[in-house]
């Protein structure tokens, strides 16, 4: 039966993943769908992780390790593609992980289809560190030819939430090194999607099956660097076709809003409200529509006025504290001070679970992400 299913080759590029890529290759080996390989490019690593996959390997031989002097993650994952076999191609990186079921709900998807379709992608919720989810996460239920929602929004997310068809993926000739050479390195996943949603249609299995880990060392956690792909990118796609200025507009309001919300969870309030600042600079008029923009602008103001205060207060302190050993050293008791507040004990936090049910929150923000996405979609 195994025989008879089309051959998946994951991808992963890995540059110093020593920490996740026991984990990550884990997540793989425990799909259901049997008939993988594992193609697992180091791009250059300076630690372990050559070794741990290695170690994988001699355990299981669907794990093979291919190593290249540090090149960039497209020339890895092009590299990668190179040397599998699988008609089927799943990007995964070093770092996210997979719900058990993924490939198998994937496939099932993707086989349902024509040949019109190039690209099957799920949903996933963003982890840290220890896989405690972070509230954030990628859904949507846009199916078809999306190419003008996806270069508004990029709502797959990341690049671990793909299956892709190798035929298509030859047609449009890979990833792009373009950004490596630029300097610009962080946008290739988009880049890919969009090369391909101007030729193929997407599906979509609605289901939260990837686990995206967001870590400060993360490529994408370099805000900054994430503007200057996004905006080569752009550039390097005006050039071929005619779509209407606002298009354009909008795609960097909605990316800017997203800088800006990563800036929030950093808890940088200032770098919040310098990335809305542009964001209005872009598009003066559909960000006032975004109930965000007026949370991230009250956050970050409270988050400021919340470190002024602290640093009030902290000065303060160290004015008792110098009364207080004053006070000692004239042979007087300190009077003891009294605590205002209290830290509130720390709930247990949710985690992404790569075995047993898939996770599938029906909150109002998925409802209103998933409603927000097909309005978008019927406009353009």
């Known amino acids: 039966m195994t025989s008879e299913l089309p051959l998946v080759s994951v991808i992963v590029p890995a540059y110093n993943a020593e920490d996740f890529i026991a984990e990550t290759l884990d997540s793989v080996l425990q799909q259901t769908y049997g008939n993988l390989e594992v193609v697992v490019v180091d791009d250059g690593s300076d630690d372990r992780t050559a070794a741990i996959v290695a170690a994988i390997g001699d355990r299981d031989d669907r794990v093979r390790l291919i190593s290249q002097g540090n090149a960039g993650v497209a020339a890895a994952r092009n590299l990668g593609i190179a040397q599998s076999s699988g008609s089927l191609i799943?990007?995964?990186?070093?770092?996210?992980?997979?719900?058990?079921?993924?490939?198998?709900?994937?496939?099932?998807?993707?086989?349902?289809?024509?040949?019109?379709?190039?690209?099957?992608?799920t949903w996933s919720l963003d982890i840290d560190e220890s896989n405690q989810l972070t509230g954030d996460f990628h859904a949507s239920k846009a199916e078809g030819m999306i190419y003008k929602l996806l270069l508004c929004h990029n709502f797959l997310g990341n690049a671990s939430a793909s299956l892709i068809r190798r035929?298509?993926?030859?047609?449009?000739?890979?990833?792009?090194?373009?950004?490596?050479?630029?300097?610009?390195?962080?946008?290739?996943?988009?880049?890919?999607?969009?090369?391909?949603?101007?030729?193929?249609?997407?599906?979509?299995?609605?289901?939260?099956?990837?686990?995206?880990?967001?870590?400060?060392?993360?490529?994408?956690?370099?805000?900054?660097?994430?503007?200057k792909s996004h905006d080569f990118m752009l550039r390097s796609l005006k050039p071929q076709s005619q779509l209407p200025a606002y298009i354009y507009r909008l795609s960097y309001s909605s990316f800017l809003m997203y800088l800006a919300r990563q800036s929030d969870e950093q808890r940088q309030p200032r770098e919040t409200i310098a990335w809305l600042r542009r964001t209005l600079k872009f598009d003066p008029l559909t960000p006032f529509l975004r109930l965000s923009f007026y949370w991230l602008w009250l956050h970050s103001l409270a988050q400021m006025l919340g470190a002024r205060c602290q640093r009030t207060m902290g000065r303060r302190s160290a004015a008792i504290g110098r009364d207080a050993v004053t006070r000692?050293?004239?042979?007087?008791?300190?009077?003891?001070?009294?605590?205002?507040?209290?830290?509130?004990?720390?709930?247990?936090?949710?985690?992404?679970?790569?075995?047993?049910?898939?996770?599938?929150?029906?909150?109002?923000?998925?409802?209103?992400?998933?409603?927000?996405?097909?309005?978008l979609q019927r406009w353009l």
């Open 90 to 121: 799943a990007p995964l990186d070093a770092d996210d992980l997979w719900h058990c079921s993924n490939l198998e709900r994937q496939v099932a998807c993707l086989l349902t289809h024509g040949e019109s379709t190039g690209v099957v992608y």
């Open 167 to 227: 035929s298509c993926l030859e047609q449009v000739q890979g990833y792009s090194v373009a950004l490596r050479a630029a300097g610009v390195q962080g946008c290739e996943d988009w880049d890919l999607y969009l090369r391909l949603a101007a030729r193929y249609e997407f599906r979509v299995v609605p289901e939260f099956l990837v686990g995206y880990r967001k870590i400060v060392t993360s490529m994408s956690a370099d805000l900054s660097q994430m503007a």
């Open 328 to 375: 000692q050293a004239r042979g007087t008791t300190a009077q003891p001070q009294p605590e205002y507040w209290r830290q509130p004990p720390m709930k247990p936090q949710p985690q992404f679970q790569a075995t047993g049910v898939a996770l599938s929150p029906t909150t109002w923000r998925l409802r209103l992400t998933i409603v927000i996405t097909h309005l």
